[in-house]
């Protein structure tokens, strides 16, 4: 799958079409999303980690993880005694998560080398993760958000998202059914939209329930 335009191109092209994302361009400015540094494998070691987790506890179980697995990989999780993966501060559902994720890594059920992962569309990569334990629709799309950076991802499932619409368009905040079709027109850019749907919540100095440093951050 190629994409022929990146996140700030496709906001540039989003503001000429529509003033209120003209309006949010100018305040937030261009989008940044950070550049993938680990495999997608360990991208996902790192979801798992961080879910319903404050950042500074997250932060530092990943770190024990991390440093108990040495590399992480799946033969590595799945050679590593529970014992030790509880130690690192790991909870036992998320243990079993890890296990699951890395089994199925190695089985094929999970594409995660990136070349083959290109091949993939969305909906074929977010069935594969959907089948792991621990392992939502929202943890999909972030994963395609910001580590494969795919530009067409709507995340109907986030409240951060939900409100930042309902905020940007002076709307009520829609459900999760009624976001959906509101994201038709904005595509094959709508990972871009939610992006600012985020930074709309921000603007308006709202609760943030999320924002894009925080999704990019579990990932």
């Known amino acids: 799958m190629v994409q022929r335009v990146g996140y700030r191109q496709a906001a540039l092209l989003l503001a000429e079409r529509d003033p209120v994302l003209a309006r949010l361009v100018a305040e937030a400015g261009l989008p940044?999303?950070?550049?993938?540094?680990?495999?997608?494998?360990?991208?996902?070691?790192?979801?798992?980690?961080?879910?319903?987790?404050?950042?500074?506890?997250?932060?530092?179980?990943?770190?024990?993880?991390?440093?108990?697995?040495?590399?992480?990989?799946?033969?590595?999780?799945?050679?590593?005694?529970?014992?030790?993966?509880?130690?690192?501060?790991?909870?036992?559902?998320?243990?079993?998560?890890?296990?699951?994720?890395?089994?199925?890594?190695?089985?094929?059920?999970?594409?995660?080398?990136?070349?083959?992962?290109?091949?993939l569309s969305d909906e074929e990569i977010t069935a594969r993760l959907s089948t792991v334990r621990g392992i939502g629709k929202w943890s999909a799309d972030i994963f395609l958000m910001f580590r494969l950076r795919r530009l067409d991802v709507w995340p109907t499932g986030d409240l951060g998202v939900r409100k930042g619409y309902a905020l940007a368009w002076q709307v009520p905040v829609p459900t999760e059914k009624q976001l959906n079709p509101l994201g038709e027109p904005y595509r094959p850019y709508r990972s871009v939209v939610a992006w600012y749907c985020w930074r709309a919540v921000q603007l308006a100095g709202a609760a943030a329930v999320t924002t894009p440093e925080s999704a990019a951050q579990v990932l």
């Open 32 to 119: 940044t999303v950070p550049v993938p540094r680990e495999s997608p494998f360990a991208t996902l070691v790192r979801s798992i980690t961080y879910q319903q987790l404050a950042t500074g506890a997250a932060r530092a179980i990943h770190g024990r993880l991390v440093a108990a697995l040495g590399d992480v990989t799946p033969e590595q999780v799945l050679a590593t005694p529970v014992e030790t993966l509880r130690a690192a501060g790991l909870s036992g559902r998320k243990v079993e998560s890890l296990r699951d994720l890395a089994g199925k890594a190695l089985d094929g059920t999970v594409v995660l080398e990136p070349r083959r992962l290109a091949r």
